[in-house]
């Protein structure tokens, strides 16, 4: 764990969701408030590294997406139920927050955001619209819909690029891998939804990344209003949290165009 996350003063609380489903969050940092999206089986746990680093200069939020950790799992499962629950938080941390996910959680930020939550601006790390995601999904898709969760949980685990810096998780927690995969659809860009993201959004890869995903990411850049890229020289999906955050606060914190001042 990072160093600067095993000082820091965390506030824990739960927020209720659209349906009524608890969503477990911790607090820390001072500022304008961000919210950190995780992938798949992470948890505000695994967050804690970044979020370290980003609370220096904002109150940042983490939390347990639905199923994970701390939080309930009212069924049945809907992504419109996870974008409940991530607008229930961004509203817990406060107005105007900013949006960070890491993974499918930058998917499922964007669908928010598509879908009217909003966002004062947006970063996502490496959403896996990739060849190499959408054959990983193929192959967890049959244990995982005939409830073999262990099974699962194995041939995700076994895919390095599937669960970097991630608790392993428990055979139980697998069965959110479908919510995962549901978020990403059929697994290519979705373009017209990110047409209808209208914040600012910084999409970034790894510079050693899979040239499908560093693809996948500038097909994403293009598709989104006012999108931007960056490449993190020498990262791959496992990004060093101190290469990360000033990339993330420089891009947060930048003073907003004249339109969206008035």
Do not use: K
């Not at 680093?53 to 499962?77: C, E, I, K, Q």
């Not at 073999?148 to 669960?163: S, V």
């Not at 697998?174 to 979705?190: K, M, Q, S, W």
């Amino acid at each position: 764990m990072d160093e600067v996350s095993t000082t820091l003063s965390r506030v824990r609380g739960r927020v209720a969701s659209g349906d009524g489903t608890p969503i477990a969050y911790e607090r820390y940092g001072e500022g304008p408030p961000l919210v950190l999206v995780s992938g798949a089986l992470g948890t505000a746990a695994g967050e804690r590294a970044l979020g370290g680093l980003l609370a220096r200069r904002f109150s940042v939020v983490a939390y347990d997406r639905r199923g994970r950790g701390g939080s309930g799992d009212t069924g049945p499962y809907a992504v419109e139920r996870e974008i409940e629950d991530l607008a229930a938080v961004a509203g817990e941390a406060g107005p105007g927050a900013a949006l960070h996910g890491t993974g499918t959680g930058g998917a499922l930020a964007l669908a928010a955001v598509a879908a009217g939550v909003p966002a004062g601006a947006v970063s996502v790390y490496e959403p896996p619209y990739s060849a190499e995601a959408a054959e990983l999904r193929r192959r967890v898709a049959v244990p995982l819909g005939e409830g073999r969760w262990a099974e699962a949980l194995d041939l995700f685990l076994a895919e390095p690029t599937a669960h970097a810096g991630l608790r392993p998780g428990t055979a139980e927690e697998a069965r959110t891998l479908a919510y995962d995969f549901a978020v990403l659809g059929d697994g290519t860009v979705p373009e017209g939804l990110l047409a209808r993201v209208h914040a600012r959004v910084l999409v970034v890869d790894g510079g050693a990344s899979p040239v499908s995903t560093r693809q996948a990411a500038r097909t994403l850049t293009e598709a989104l209003p006012r999108g931007r890229h960056r490449t993190l020289t020498g990262q791959t999906y496992q990004v060093a949290p101190h290469v990360l955050a000033p990339v993330l606060e420089e891009f947060l914190t930048e003073e907003r165009e004249p339109a969206e001042a008035a």
